[in-house]
Protein backbone atom coordinates (compact mmCIF):
# COMPACT_ATOMS: atom_id res chain seq x y z
CA UNK A 1 0.00 0.00 0.00
CA UNK A 2 3.06 2.67 1.24
CA UNK A 3 5.01 1.18 -1.36
CA UNK A 4 7.64 3.57 -2.58
CA UNK A 5 6.78 6.59 -0.85
CA UNK A 6 8.40 7.36 2.42
CA UNK A 7 6.17 7.33 5.94
CA UNK A 8 7.98 9.13 8.98
CA UNK A 9 6.78 7.80 11.89
CA UNK A 10 5.33 11.23 13.08
CA UNK A 11 3.17 10.61 10.04
CA UNK A 12 2.14 7.10 10.76
CA UNK A 13 1.59 8.36 14.41
CA UNK A 14 -0.95 10.88 13.06
CA UNK A 15 -3.10 8.30 11.11
CA UNK A 16 -3.08 5.72 13.70
CA UNK A 17 -4.75 8.13 15.82
CA UNK A 18 -7.09 9.03 13.32
CA UNK A 19 -7.93 5.95 12.70
CA UNK A 20 -8.28 4.71 16.27
CA UNK A 21 -10.38 8.08 17.42
CA UNK A 22 -13.01 7.58 14.19
CA UNK A 23 -13.47 3.70 15.90
CA UNK A 24 -14.01 5.17 19.18
CA UNK A 25 -11.10 3.84 21.03
CA UNK A 26 -10.86 5.37 24.16
CA UNK A 27 -6.93 6.45 24.46
CA UNK A 28 -6.27 6.82 20.75
CA UNK A 29 -3.06 8.09 21.14
CA UNK A 30 -1.61 5.85 23.53
CA UNK A 31 -3.03 2.84 21.90
CA UNK A 32 -1.03 4.00 18.59
CA UNK A 33 2.57 5.00 20.14
CA UNK A 34 1.84 1.35 22.14
CA UNK A 35 1.29 0.03 18.29
CA UNK A 36 4.04 1.62 16.68
CA UNK A 37 6.78 1.31 19.39
CA UNK A 38 6.09 -2.66 19.73
CA UNK A 39 6.59 -2.87 15.37
CA UNK A 40 9.55 -1.03 16.12
CA UNK A 41 10.22 -3.17 18.85
CA UNK A 42 11.37 -0.23 20.78
CA UNK A 43 10.10 0.83 23.94
CA UNK A 44 7.98 3.71 24.04
CA UNK A 45 10.05 6.24 25.79
CA UNK A 46 12.55 5.97 22.68
CA UNK A 47 9.99 6.67 20.03
CA UNK A 48 10.22 10.57 20.06
CA UNK A 49 13.59 10.72 19.01
CA UNK A 50 12.66 8.65 16.22
CA UNK A 51 10.09 10.69 14.95
CA UNK A 52 11.27 12.28 11.71
CA UNK A 53 12.87 8.43 11.22
CA UNK A 54 11.15 6.99 7.49
CA UNK A 55 9.05 3.22 8.20
CA UNK A 56 10.01 0.79 6.08
CA UNK A 57 7.28 -0.70 4.13
CA UNK A 58 6.90 -4.18 5.93
CA UNK A 59 6.03 -2.22 9.09
CA UNK A 60 3.69 0.22 7.92
CA UNK A 61 1.91 -2.82 6.30
CA UNK A 62 2.38 -4.56 9.59
CA UNK A 63 0.68 -1.88 11.37
CA UNK A 64 -2.06 -1.11 9.12
CA UNK A 65 -3.22 -4.57 9.98
CA UNK A 66 -2.82 -4.09 13.76
CA UNK A 67 -4.93 -1.01 13.32
CA UNK A 68 -7.94 -2.77 11.52
CA UNK A 69 -7.81 -5.53 14.58
CA UNK A 70 -7.43 -2.33 16.77
CA UNK A 71 -10.67 -0.96 15.11
CA UNK A 72 -12.39 -3.84 15.71
CA UNK A 73 -11.50 -2.94 19.40
CA UNK A 74 -9.13 -6.05 19.96
CA UNK A 75 -6.99 -5.39 22.96
CA UNK A 76 -3.80 -3.91 22.33
CA UNK A 77 -2.21 -6.44 24.16
CA UNK A 78 -3.24 -9.20 22.38
CA UNK A 79 -2.15 -7.57 19.35
CA UNK A 80 1.24 -7.40 20.12
CA UNK A 81 0.98 -10.68 22.51
CA UNK A 82 2.22 -8.30 25.27
CA UNK A 83 0.97 -6.98 28.53
CA UNK A 84 2.86 -5.28 31.64
CA UNK A 85 1.45 -6.34 35.66
CA UNK A 86 3.54 -4.19 37.84
CA UNK A 87 6.87 -4.39 37.20
CA UNK A 88 6.60 -7.82 34.79
CA UNK A 89 6.52 -7.73 30.69
CA UNK A 90 3.91 -10.90 30.21
CA UNK A 91 3.31 -12.78 27.17
CA UNK A 92 -0.37 -12.86 26.60
CA UNK A 93 -2.98 -14.14 24.00
CA UNK A 94 -6.44 -14.98 23.82
CA UNK A 95 -6.23 -18.07 25.93
CA UNK A 96 -6.50 -15.82 28.95
CA UNK A 97 -7.52 -12.57 30.07
CA UNK A 98 -5.50 -8.82 30.13
CA UNK A 99 -4.78 -8.90 33.70
CA UNK A 100 -5.98 -5.36 34.89
CA UNK A 101 -3.60 -3.02 36.85
CA UNK A 102 -5.94 -2.86 39.50
CA UNK A 103 -5.69 -6.23 40.36
CA UNK A 104 -2.23 -5.57 42.04
CA UNK A 105 -3.80 -4.94 45.23
CA UNK A 106 -3.85 -8.64 45.57
CA UNK A 107 -0.65 -9.18 44.99
CA UNK A 108 0.00 -6.13 47.82
CA UNK A 109 -1.94 -8.76 50.27
CA UNK A 110 0.80 -10.81 49.98
CA UNK A 111 3.63 -8.85 50.57
CA UNK A 112 3.28 -7.96 53.81
CA UNK A 113 3.46 -12.37 54.78
CA UNK A 114 5.97 -13.34 56.92
CA UNK A 115 8.81 -15.07 55.16
CA UNK A 116 8.74 -18.40 53.74
CA UNK A 117 4.17 -18.27 53.75
CA UNK A 118 2.52 -20.17 51.26
CA UNK A 119 0.30 -18.24 48.56
CA UNK A 120 -2.14 -19.72 46.37
CA UNK A 121 -3.68 -17.99 43.25
CA UNK A 122 -6.98 -19.34 41.83
CA UNK A 123 -8.16 -18.24 38.86
CA UNK A 124 -5.06 -17.10 37.75
CA UNK A 125 -5.31 -16.97 33.93
CA UNK A 126 -1.35 -15.65 32.21
CA UNK A 127 -0.43 -15.78 35.80
CA UNK A 128 0.20 -12.09 36.82
CA UNK A 129 -0.90 -12.10 39.98
CA UNK A 130 1.11 -14.93 41.41
CA UNK A 131 4.20 -14.27 38.95
CA UNK A 132 4.32 -10.76 40.19
CA UNK A 133 3.98 -12.10 44.16
CA UNK A 134 6.93 -14.32 43.80
CA UNK A 135 8.91 -11.81 41.66
CA UNK A 136 8.30 -9.08 44.61
CA UNK A 137 8.46 -11.61 47.56
CA UNK A 138 11.29 -14.54 46.20
CA UNK A 139 10.55 -15.83 49.59
CA UNK A 140 7.04 -17.20 49.28
CA UNK A 141 6.44 -20.34 48.34
CA UNK A 142 3.57 -19.15 45.21
CA UNK A 143 1.42 -21.59 43.20
CA UNK A 144 -1.70 -20.96 40.70
CA UNK A 145 -4.49 -22.57 39.05
CA UNK A 146 -7.34 -21.90 36.89
CA UNK A 147 -10.26 -23.66 35.74
CA UNK A 148 -8.86 -23.19 32.12
CA UNK A 149 -6.16 -25.37 30.55
CA UNK A 150 -5.90 -22.81 27.43
CA UNK A 151 -5.18 -19.83 30.43
CA UNK A 152 -2.50 -22.49 32.72
CA UNK A 153 -0.56 -23.17 29.13
CA UNK A 154 -0.15 -19.38 29.20
CA UNK A 155 1.00 -18.97 32.92
CA UNK A 156 3.37 -21.70 32.60
CA UNK A 157 5.13 -20.30 29.61
CA UNK A 158 4.96 -16.71 31.57
CA UNK A 159 6.73 -18.82 34.66
CA UNK A 160 10.01 -20.34 31.92
CA UNK A 161 9.94 -16.76 30.16
CA UNK A 162 10.31 -14.83 33.57
CA UNK A 163 12.64 -17.68 35.52
CA UNK A 164 10.17 -17.37 38.60
CA UNK A 165 9.54 -20.62 40.36
CA UNK A 166 5.57 -20.91 40.45
CA UNK A 167 3.78 -23.86 39.52
CA UNK A 168 1.12 -23.96 37.86
CA UNK A 169 -2.34 -26.52 38.00
CA UNK A 170 -5.44 -27.24 36.22
CA UNK A 171 -7.77 -27.34 38.73
CA UNK A 172 -11.38 -25.62 39.38
CA UNK A 173 -11.57 -23.92 42.91
CA UNK A 174 -9.04 -24.30 44.88
CA UNK A 175 -6.47 -27.43 44.72
CA UNK A 176 -5.56 -29.47 48.29
CA UNK A 177 -3.11 -27.84 49.89
CA UNK A 178 -1.84 -25.75 52.93
CA UNK A 179 -2.32 -21.98 52.07
CA UNK A 180 -1.52 -18.90 54.24
CA UNK A 181 -3.27 -16.81 52.28
CA UNK A 182 -5.52 -17.31 48.73
CA UNK A 183 -5.87 -15.00 46.33
CA UNK A 184 -8.70 -15.16 43.52
CA UNK A 185 -9.53 -12.46 41.10
CA UNK A 186 -12.41 -14.80 39.50
CA UNK A 187 -14.95 -13.64 37.23
CA UNK A 188 -17.28 -11.95 38.59
CA UNK A 189 -19.74 -10.40 36.01
CA UNK A 190 -23.34 -10.88 36.01
CA UNK A 191 -24.48 -11.92 32.50
CA UNK A 192 -27.85 -10.58 32.77
CA UNK A 193 -27.16 -7.36 34.75
CA UNK A 194 -23.97 -6.06 34.08
CA UNK A 195 -21.62 -5.19 37.49
CA UNK A 196 -19.03 -4.19 34.89
CA UNK A 197 -20.13 -2.08 32.18
CA UNK A 198 -19.77 -4.13 29.11
CA UNK A 199 -16.88 -2.99 26.65
CA UNK A 200 -16.21 -4.66 23.34
CA UNK A 201 -12.89 -5.29 23.97
CA UNK A 202 -14.87 -8.02 26.45
CA UNK A 203 -15.84 -9.62 23.55
CA UNK A 204 -12.45 -10.59 22.39
CA UNK A 205 -11.56 -12.27 25.89
CA UNK A 206 -12.28 -15.48 27.19
CA UNK A 207 -16.24 -16.13 28.90
CA UNK A 208 -14.86 -18.43 31.14
CA UNK A 209 -12.80 -15.61 32.61
CA UNK A 210 -15.45 -12.51 32.78
CA UNK A 211 -18.87 -14.59 33.57
CA UNK A 212 -19.46 -15.18 36.94
CA UNK A 213 -22.96 -16.88 36.78
CA UNK A 214 -26.32 -15.67 38.57
CA UNK A 215 -25.58 -12.70 40.08
CA UNK A 216 -22.18 -12.59 39.21
CA UNK A 217 -21.40 -14.43 42.27
CA UNK A 218 -21.72 -17.83 41.85
CA UNK A 219 -18.21 -18.93 40.82
CA UNK A 220 -16.72 -16.76 43.95
CA UNK A 221 -19.86 -19.05 46.73
CA UNK A 222 -18.66 -21.97 44.92
CA UNK A 223 -14.92 -21.29 45.18
CA UNK A 224 -15.51 -20.83 48.75
CA UNK A 225 -17.90 -23.48 49.58
CA UNK A 226 -14.95 -25.37 49.02
CA UNK A 227 -12.02 -23.99 51.01
CA UNK A 228 -11.32 -25.12 54.09
CA UNK A 229 -12.63 -23.24 57.20
CA UNK A 230 -10.12 -20.31 58.92
CA UNK A 231 -8.03 -19.83 55.57
CA UNK A 232 -7.19 -16.29 54.90
CA UNK A 233 -8.77 -15.09 51.38
CA UNK A 234 -8.41 -12.10 49.70
CA UNK A 235 -10.81 -11.56 46.60
CA UNK A 236 -11.31 -9.13 43.69
CA UNK A 237 -15.11 -8.68 42.93
CA UNK A 238 -17.47 -4.89 41.55
CA UNK A 239 -17.88 -2.64 43.67
CA UNK A 240 -21.18 -3.39 43.96
CA UNK A 241 -20.86 -6.57 45.31
CA UNK A 242 -19.32 -5.74 47.97
CA UNK A 243 -21.87 -5.95 51.27
CA UNK A 244 -22.61 -9.66 49.47
CA UNK A 245 -18.88 -10.71 49.70
CA UNK A 246 -18.94 -9.73 53.23
CA UNK A 247 -21.31 -11.47 54.36
CA UNK A 248 -19.67 -14.50 52.50
CA UNK A 249 -16.34 -14.08 55.08
CA UNK A 250 -15.28 -13.97 58.79
CA UNK A 251 -13.96 -10.60 59.48
CA UNK A 252 -14.29 -9.33 56.51
CA UNK A 253 -12.10 -6.05 55.58
CA UNK A 254 -12.05 -3.73 51.77
CA UNK A 255 -8.16 -3.12 51.21
CA UNK A 256 -6.75 -1.35 48.60
CA UNK A 257 -9.91 1.09 48.39
CA UNK A 258 -9.57 3.93 45.27
CA UNK A 259 -12.04 6.61 45.17
CA UNK A 260 -14.39 5.32 47.36
CA UNK A 261 -14.86 1.78 45.16
CA UNK A 262 -14.72 -1.26 47.48
CA UNK A 263 -13.30 -3.95 45.30
CA UNK A 264 -11.07 -6.06 47.11
CA UNK A 265 -11.74 -8.18 50.43
CA UNK A 266 -9.44 -9.63 52.72
CA UNK A 267 -11.63 -11.95 55.12
CA UNK A 268 -11.49 -15.74 56.67
CA UNK A 269 -13.26 -18.78 55.54
CA UNK A 270 -16.51 -19.58 57.82
C1 LIG B 1 -11.12 -12.42 35.81
S1 LIG B 1 -10.05 -13.70 35.25
C2 LIG B 1 -8.61 -13.31 36.21
C3 LIG B 1 -7.34 -13.84 35.67
C4 LIG B 1 -6.10 -13.39 36.43
N1 LIG B 1 -6.17 -13.77 37.83
C5 LIG B 1 -5.90 -11.89 36.30
O1 LIG B 1 -6.13 -11.18 37.29
O2 LIG B 1 -5.57 -11.45 35.22
C6 LIG B 1 -10.77 -15.10 36.06
C7 LIG B 1 -10.02 -16.42 35.88
O3 LIG B 1 -10.70 -17.42 36.67
C8 LIG B 1 -10.75 -18.63 35.95
N2 LIG B 1 -11.87 -19.42 36.49
C9 LIG B 1 -13.19 -19.33 36.21
N3 LIG B 1 -13.90 -20.19 36.94
C10 LIG B 1 -13.00 -20.85 37.73
C11 LIG B 1 -13.11 -21.88 38.72
N4 LIG B 1 -14.28 -22.40 39.07
N5 LIG B 1 -11.97 -22.33 39.31
C12 LIG B 1 -10.76 -21.83 38.96
N6 LIG B 1 -10.60 -20.86 38.02
C13 LIG B 1 -11.71 -20.37 37.43
C14 LIG B 1 -10.87 -18.21 34.50
O4 LIG B 1 -10.46 -19.23 33.61
C15 LIG B 1 -10.00 -16.95 34.45
O5 LIG B 1 -8.69 -17.25 34.06
Known sequence: ?????????????RRAIDVLTAAGCPAPRSDAE??????????????????????????????????????AREPVEYIVQQCQFRRLFLYIDHRAIVPREESGTLVETALTLPEGARVHDVGTGCGAIALAIKNE???????????????????????VRLHLDVRFAVASGLPLGTYDLVVANLPYQDPHNPVVPNVPEG???????????????EVIRDFLRGVPRGIM???????????????????????????????FTLGQTP
Open 1 to 13: MSENIPVTIDAEL
Open 34 to 71: RLIAAALLLTRDERPECGRNTLAPTVVDLLTGWLDRRA
Open 137 to 159: RPDLVVTGSDISPDAIGVARENA
Open 203 to 217: DYQPAVARLGGRDGL
Open 233 to 263: VALKHAPSQAEAVNALLQCPRAVGVTSGHAR
